[in-house]
């Protein structure tokens, strides 16, 4: 069952306002076209009619207290931990482990959306978009993978301060600021590899 207005929805549910705040603004990074709505409580969510959500996102604690809720609600919940270890309490659960960097954040968000969605992704992305140059494409292909300017300009067999210019324009006709966005953008329009972040 959708939500009335067909946007597809995720919830956030956590006992943590900040956390809460930080992974609806990068799921929104990672899924535009989607609606992230934040709880503190199960009650609240439990309101707000828990099918009407695409996935669930539960901090571990919450899961741990409420299983039976989410038991039967499996293929929905990404459970949220704060140890790569508990794998042995999840069992039959996708998780999360959000005590790393963003970039490992977003690149396990995008395995996740890939394994939950196996014949690729079944939210909606926009296709069309800015036209990159080939030679763009190549320079936001290297900054996804983590390279520096200086190794960019070397492998490319450039000079830094043209890497500097392409990368300048391709953030501008993007409209985005930060690695973690244009990462999501390549990975999303199959531009680089996620295995290669």
């Keep these: 069952m959708n939500h009335p207005n067909h946007t597809p929805r995720f919830a956030v549910i956590d006992n943590n306002s ?21 709880f503190n409580s199960v009650n609240e969510f439990h309101a707000a009619n828990p099918d009407t959500f695409v996935h669930y996102f539960v901090n571990i ?16 919940t990404i459970v949220l931990t704060t140890s790569p270890e508990v794998e042995h309490q999840l ?13 490992l954040i977003i690149r ?8 939950g969605h196996p014949h690729g992704n079944n ?8 036209v990159l ?11 996804v ?13 450039i000079s830094m301060n043209t890497v ?20 999501i953008y390549a990975v999303m329009h199959g531009l680089v590899d996620i295995h290669k972040i």
């Design 123 to 130: 939210l909606p992305i926009n296709p069309q978009g800015p």
């Design 18 to 38: 900040l956390s809460i705040m930080g992974l609806k603004q990068i799921l929104q990074q990672v899924e535009p076209t989607v609606e992230v709505v934040g």
């Design 145 to 157: 993978q983590g390279l520096l300017n200086k190794e960019i300009a070397e492998r490319l067999n």
């Design 164 to 183: 500097i210019t392409h990368r300048k324009n391709m953030m501008d006709k993007l409209g985005m600021r930060s690695v973690s966005a244009l990462t």
């Design 133 to 143: 140059t080939a030679r763009e494409t190549e320079v936001l292909a290297l900054v």
């Design 108 to 115: 396990d968000l995008l395995l996740l959306m890939q394994k």
């Design 91 to 103: 069992s039959g659960f996708n998780s999360l482990y959000i005590n790393q960097s963003e970039n």
């Design 61 to 76: 604690s919450i899961l741990l207290n409420h299983r039976h809720l989410f038991e039967e609600r499996r293929r929905r």
